[in-house]
């Protein structure tokens, strides 16, 4: 099974907001809410930002949002700050015994 | 507050083994589902597997035949082995303890792992 589909990089200014969406087909993503972002700092250990498409746990901040249309889940970064560069994956739940799918990662660039 | 560590060699020969241990400090490895996750040089994330109960193991069909994960609840760890590694299985090696649908609520920072001669 072929791995989550997103964008290499996106960049955007301080206190804008960007989307980066994360593709996948209608065995998982489309099939499933079980959609999870994480955002990596290099070096450090990967965080938890958002599980079941749209949850955030607690601790992360409200500017973290999520949504899904058909086989495409989307995170929303609004109000861009500085600490928000990083590395950001997302995974999906998946029926067979793959269990979980991972994107690719997008570098995020707070120009 | 749940920490993990993982560690074991940074080197490893082609076609021997490679063998991780996680350190969990913050709950224990008798409860919840504790998996392990690698990432390539430049590639994505790929899944390995998971570790629950008394030592069940679930894994990736891809890695199902070389891979093998156990639990030890006495030291609070768990472990990853994967045998005739080749050069495709350098990469950095997570653990996560695994709460359910692929939902990793805590890692560990990971462990770099090369394969060469």
């Known amino acids: 099974q072929s791995a989550l589909t997103q964008p290499a990089s996106v960049s955007g200014y301080p206190g804008q907001s960007i989307t980066i969406p994360c593709t996948g087909t209608?065995?998982?993503?489309?099939?499933?809410?079980?959609v999870s972002w994480y955002q990596h700092h290099p070096g450090k250990a990967p965080k938890l930002i958002l599980y079941?498409?749209?949850n955030r746990p607690s601790g992360v901040s409200y500017r973290f949002s999520g949504s899904k249309s058909a086989n495409t889940a989307s995170l929303t970064i609004s109000g861009l700050q500085a600490e928000d560069e990083a590395d950001y994956y997302c995974?999906?739940?998946?029926?067979?015994?793959?269990?979980?799918?991972f994107g690719g990662g997008t570098k995020l660039t707070v120009l | 507050q749940v920490q993990l560590q993982e560690s074991g060699p940074a080197l490893v020969k082609p076609s021997e083994t490679l063998s991780l241990t996680c350190t969990v400090s913050?709950?224990?490895?008798?409860?919840?589902?504790w998996s392990w996750i690698r990432q390539p040089p430049g590639k994505g994330m790929e899944w390995l597997g998971y570790?629950?109960?008394?030592?069940?193991?679930d894994y990736n069909p891809s890695l199902k035949s070389r891979v093998t994960m156990s639990l030890d609840t006495s030291k609070n760890q768990f472990s990853l082995k994967l045998n005739s590694v080749t050069t495709a299985d350098t990469a950095m090696y997570y653990c996560?303890?695994?709460?359910?649908?692929?939902?990793?609520?805590?890692w560990g920072q990971g462990t770099l792992v090369t394969v060469s001669s």
């Open positions: 996560a303890r695994l709460i359910s649908y692929g939902k990793f609520d805590c």
């Open positions: 913050g709950d224990s490895t008798s409860r919840d589902n």
């Open positions: 570790v629950y109960g008394r030592g069940t193991a």
């Open positions: 209608s065995s998982d993503i489309g099939t499933y809410n079980y």
């Open positions: 079941e498409v749209t």
């Open positions: 995974n999906s739940y998946i029926s067979s015994d793959t269990y979980v799918l």
